[in-house]
Every structure is written in structure tokens, then in C-alpha cells.
């Protein structure tokens, strides 16, 4: 149980957390900022914050527990600019879809303050972005990866872990190099794909043709293209060495596919597609390959 | 309403329109043939036919409506074998994915009776194959593209327009080149990307972890992969000039999004990636671009 919680950054993703933690009886106040001020109001008005703070660091002045929820990007500076309040009683986390680079932006701002801080990711959102649409139920099922380094202090890793388990996800530690090479492979690889597709249609002139008859494959292939753009701007470009060399074997799949497609016998595309199809088939999320649903 | 529908290829897609038809009813006895004897059992048992044929030519003979629901590539022969009992006044349509394929095979193996052929592809299908799967509710609400040539009869084609829409479909006509490319756009290549990504995953050594840490929008983006092989094998060669041609205009948008990625600013990739979202924010499946829900 946490006595406050400074969050920072009102949107879904933070607002989201303030609301499943008080629903769950783990922080027993929230105190928010968010860059835009209408949106801290809103945050108010909504009961997703109690008390409004007038900037980053007026949030974290009490709080126990800290919540920088703002695009990868800007964590350095947020961190820096409530760097004077960080204790090491204090629970310091992130939500960011990138984590080298976020660990090295805390490391840089916090200084020896670093240790309270636990980077995390938990794997949930949703293709609409703002405070309105913030939900207590958005963390619950999902999974979260945490990626301590040597420094993480162990009291504080143990309470993140605690934390997001009582709020009904899985929770899984990695270093945050195989965090982001794994998440550019199932998840950043994916919507650069997803936006290429919709620039390609875009692009046509026969676009609006093409978007009329699109079915429910279509849907569920680009919902992400739909995503917050600067977000995934951030996290592209923060992102981009491990992006880039998935996309480098993403393109050798494809040109094996498209060779297979003109080849002069039906076998070697379909073999193809079998193993695709095979390895999609007997995923399921959250689990490790070849374990069976309990 | 029908007497007889004759279905030929009881899987899902067709029997999926048996079942939805005898709920509607719209025919009043289903003959059934599968290439599976097997299969053919399986649908009598279950109440997706009525009688087995032990051809297809047998499960045409005193039908006035007839589905032929097999693979594209298999489409020719299936024709060819019906043939001797196609009348001037029976419907017969398939329910393949592509169409100037499909058209030119009924041309040749239909010959002066190709004007009662009516080529349909109904946007609906499921991740399982099999007449267990087969749901009367599959083609609820779903797009309808027919795609009549200068010989499909004006009786066959209304009848058509009637049963699909009695079914609960929205139903458009085009030329058949016209749906190929349009679906060569929004649904071939969508799947050949969703192959390759999984192949490309699939294809690395620490496949297992990638998708261990895999969430929803990995789930929603390849969904389609986990299709059929042997139907999307037949569809991506049936239509392969056309999807290649997709696929070019793919590759130069996803080469523009990792240029921008690697720019020295910000702004040229979040410009392309808000394009990309706010073309897709504002699709809706079955509706054309600017158009409001009713």
C-alpha cells in the first residue's frame, strides 16, 4: 500500500494506472500533472487524479510511488526535473515501449537516485489515446516486462513486481537490450509494417476504392496503424538499430515468399506458408512455446 | 426460395451458406459432396446436408441452386466435372477469393452454359477450416462482391444480388481485374506480409522468446497468418501479378518510413506515420471514405 502517487502525464497509459491502483485499494491518493493543463483538469474532473499539480516535480513532493508516464522521449527531462524529490524510499517507474534507451536517460538524470527507479513496460493500450479514455481495467491480463540493471535497488524491484501483480498482470524481468531487441521483432517491426501498408493504399489513386472493400482481415492487420503517431515516432526512432535489422530479415521472409510465388511448382510456397502458419497457430499470448494452457 | 442447393466442397465457406440458407429458408433440401468421403459424412451427421452425393456431378443432378466451395485452383475442374448438368436455369456461383482466375476457368469449362455462373466472393472466413467450424451467422453482415462478366445471365445475376442480401449481406458488383486488384491490396498482400513476418520470426534463434513476450497487437497484426496454406498457396499464385505489383508500392512506403526513421529531424517520419493513422482512424469496414454511420 502506497500513501501517494505523483503520476505524471495524464493519458491513457497513466491515467489507466492511477485508476486500477485505487480500485485495488494500492495507493490511497494521486496527485497529477500533465503537461497540457486542460488535461490535468480533466483528470480531476474524471476522478482519475485527486489533486492537481502545477508542475512534474510538485507531483512527486509526498508521493512514495512515481508514475512517468510520457512518450520515451521526454523521460529524460521529466526525470530530470524531479530528480531533487527522488528519495531512496521512493518507487519510481516508467511505462515506455523502449527501455535502453530510457535506462539510459534515467541513469544520466537521476544520477544516485537511480536505484529507486524500476523501468517498465507493461505490454497493454489502445489504438485511442487521452485521459477520457483511461480504464482500470487496461493492465488487467497483461503482461510486464521490468528490466532492472546493477543498480535497481532490490526493495524497490520487489515492490514494482508486487504492485503490478496485484493489479492482475504477469510480470517478467529482462535486460533492457533483450527487452527492445525482442519488442522490434513482435512489436515495433509490426506497426512500421502497418503503417507502410497504409501509406501504400494512401498513396493510390485508387484509394478509396480499395479501403471500400477491405474486410475484416484488413481490420485487424492494420488496427495498429491507427496508433498515437508521435508516440511511435519516439519509439521508432529511439528504437531504430534493433527496428531496422528486424526489418532487414522481415524483407529476406518476404523476397522468399514472393520467389516461391513464382516458381513452377505449388510446393515450395506452400511449405512456406505451412510454417507460418504452423508457428501462428501454436501461439498463444503470454505463453512460452510448447507449454499447454493449464 | 430453392429447391435443391447442391453444395459442392462442404468446409466452412460452404458449409456456412448451407446452414444460413436453410435458416433463411431460402432452399429447401441441401446435397452434399466433398472430395473427403469423410467430410461428406461429417456434414450429413452434423445437419449441414441433407443427402451425400458421391460426386459432384451426383450433387448437382435436381438442384436449381448450386455452390461450388473449393480451393480457387480447383475451382476449373470442379466446373468441368458439373458441367453435363448446368441448365439455363440454374444459379451457380463459388465463393473464391479471386476472380479473373476463377472467371476464365468457368469460361472454358462451362462453355455456352458459362451465362448461369455468377463468380461471388463473399469478405468472410475464419482462422479454422473445416464444416465443424461451419456457422449459419459466417455471413451476417459481410460484403458481397459479384463479379458478372458480359455473359452472366440478368436472371441468374438478380437471383444472386437476392440470396446474398436475404442472407444479410451488402452485395457490389465489379470486373473481375477490378476486384483482383483491389484485393490484391487489402487482403492478398496483407496475408503474404503477416507469412512473412512469421517466417522471419520463426526463422531466428530466439523465436521462442520473441513471441513469449508477444501481446495483443502481435495477436491482431497476424491473426491472418494462421490461414489456410493450401487455399492461400492456390490464391497468392492465382493472383500473383497483381500482388506483386501491391507488394512494390509497399516496399518504396516501408523504404520511405526507414529513411525517415534514420533523418536527421523528427518530422519527416511522424508526418508519414500520421498519415498512415489518420487514413486508417477514419476507415470503417463496408463504408466509403467520407461517409458517416448511419
Known sequence: MFEQLGLIGCGLMGGSFALACKRAGLVRRVVGYSKSPSTTVRAR??????????????????????????????????????????TPHMLVMDVGSTKHDVVRAARQALRDQFGSFVPAHPIAGREVAGVEHADAQLYQGAQVILTPTEHTRTAQLRQ???????????????????HDA???????????????????????????????????GFRDFTRIAAADPQLWRDVLRANRDEVLAQSRLFKEALAALEDAMQADSDQPLEDLITLASATRAHWRMGRARGTEDP
Not at 512527486?60 to 510511488?65: E, F, S
Not at 514494482?160 to 533483450?178: D, I
Not at 502497418?194 to 477491405?214: C, E, K
Open 160 to 178: 514494482a513486481q508486487e504492485l503490478w501483480t496485484a493489479l492482475g498482470c504477469r510480470v517478467q524481468s529482462m535486460a533492457p537490450e533483450v
Open 45 to 86: 474532473q474524471l476522478g482519475v487524479i485527486d489533486v492537481e499539480a502545477p508542475s512534474a516535480l510538485l507531483a512527486v513532493a509526498g508521493a512514495d510511488l512515481v508514475l512517468v508516464a510520457v512518450p520515451v522521449a521526454a523521460t529524460g527531462a521529466t526525470l530530470k526535473a524531479i530528480r531533487h524529490l527522488v
Open 182 to 216: 525482442a519488442f522490434a521483432a513482435v512489436s515495433h517491426l509490426p506497426h512500421l509494417l502497418a503503417f507502410a501498408l497504409m501509406g501504400s493504399i494512401n498513396g493510390q489513386p485508387q484509394a478509396d476504392a480499395l479501403l471500400s472493400v477491405a474486410g475484416p
